[in-house]
């Protein structure tokens, strides 16, 4: 079965800390992705990688960062958390063109 | 810039009633349109999706309906059931790459 494994269900961090999200895909998909869930703006796109070593910004890059050193992992790293960016992290893979597949999330708050 | 709208952001149908909800995009290079259906805890699964080169697609009691000439697309679930209560999300991407997504709909169905 696909799985999109998300490392943390929830995450408390204090403001100015570096945080680390965490995705691992078991699906040898070339794409992943990095979105952001908030209420009345549904999924917007922060980064996304169709290759190892590669990324492109989405929609909403400011304040974030990624890394992917191996096919199957993609990171997003926070420099500076910061309480705008309390939400919660969707990180989805996908061979091109087909269907996307989730993982269940990371809600993260930053006090 | 919101590329894909979505209405109503919430919706609360009866048992065996009609679900309609609504997208409109601006950006007519789009070429693949989903639906993800998102249950609480969960990351959004796909659920259904359509090209424009056909005005709809059924699968079982789900249908979308979509008007080219008007950039809208829209989800029509049939014999609304209680199991159907979920928070869902159109989306558009060109070439089937990187998803745009709608706000988000939360739908109840009443017993």
Excluded at chain 1, 30 to 42: A, C, H, K, V
Excluded at chain 1, 79 to 87: I, L, V, W
Excluded at chain 2, 15 to 36: H, L, M, R, V
Aim: charged share 20%.
């Amino acid at each position: 079965d696909v799985k999109v494994t998300q490392s943390s269900r929830y995450l408390v961090k204090r403001t100015g800390e570096k945080v680390f999200l965490e995705c691992v895909q078991d699906m040898d998909h070339e794409n992943m992705f990095w979105y952001r869930q908030d209420p009345g703006l549904g999924l917007r796109l922060i980064y996304f990688s169709y290759d190892v070593k590669m990324k492109e910004k989405g929609d909403i890059p400011e304040g974030y960062s990624v890394s992917r050193e191996k096919k199957e992992r993609f990171s997003l790293i926070l420099e500076s958390a910061s309480t705008n960016q309390t939400s919660m992290y969707l990180c989805a893979s996908s061979l091109i063109g087909l269907r996307f597949y989730f993982g269940a999330g990371t809600r993260l708050s930053v006090l | 810039q919101q590329q894909v709208k979505q209405s109503p952001q919430s919706l609360i149908v009866q048992k065996g009633g009609i679900s309609i909800i609504n997208c409109a995009y601006e950006n007519t290079a789009f070429d693949y349109f989903p639906w993800y259906q998102q249950f609480p805890g969960k990351g959004p699964a796909l659920l259904i999706a359509i090209r424009p080169d056909v005005s709809e697609k059924k699968e079982g009691r789900f249908t979308i309906s979509f008007n080219k000439s008007a950039k809208q697309f829209s989800l029509h679930i049939m014999d609304s059931q209680p199991g159907d209560s979920a928070t869902y999300f159109c989306a558009a991407s060109k070439g089937a790459q990187k998803l745009v997504f709608g706000q988000g709909t939360r739908l109840t169905i009443n017993p």
